[in-house]
């Protein structure tokens, strides 16, 4: 496993844009597949976007595609999530876990860090 901490959250107003970071402990994070989650009060914690090992690939759910971009870097140890245009309903706490393949499928990961809290403002 991976230890993975993400940064970057925040209380933002709509149409704003935020950089989520996420910080891995190891260097074999490069041999990982790397998603971020999302989960809003009361609601099941979804997938967001994915991203290969090497970068070549991503995945997007269709709720923040075109908003939102996945990217890695391996020499940093460090994935991030560019969150454009937001909106209210992507006020959730954002987690970044690691798998052995790009998946949407939460049970992949088995790597997950502590999430971190963004809030958006209408």
């Known amino acids: 496993q991976v230890r993975l901490v993400e940064s970057g959250g925040g209380l933002v107003q709509a149409g704003d844009s935020l950089r989520l970071s996420c910080a891995a402990s190891?260097?074999?994070?490069?041999?990982?597949?790397m998603g971020w989650f999302r989960q809003a009060p009361g609601k099941e914690r979804d997938f967001v976007a994915a991203?290969?090992?090497?970068?070549?690939?991503?995945h997007y759910a269709d709720s923040v595609k075109v908003r939102f971009t996945i990217s890695r870097d391996n020499a940093k140890n460090t994935v991030r999530l560019e969150m454009n245009s937001l909106k209210p309903e992507d006020t959730a706490v954002y987690y970044c876990?690691?798998?052995?393949?790009?998946?949407?499928?939460?049970?992949?990961?088995?790597?997950w860090g502590q999430g971190t809290q963004v809030t958006v403002s209408s």
């Open positions: 876990a690691a798998a052995r393949a790009l998946t949407t499928a939460q049970s992949a990961y088995d790597s």
């Open positions: 190891a260097r074999t994070v490069s041999t990982y597949a």
């Open positions: 991203i290969t090992p090497s970068g070549a690939r991503t």
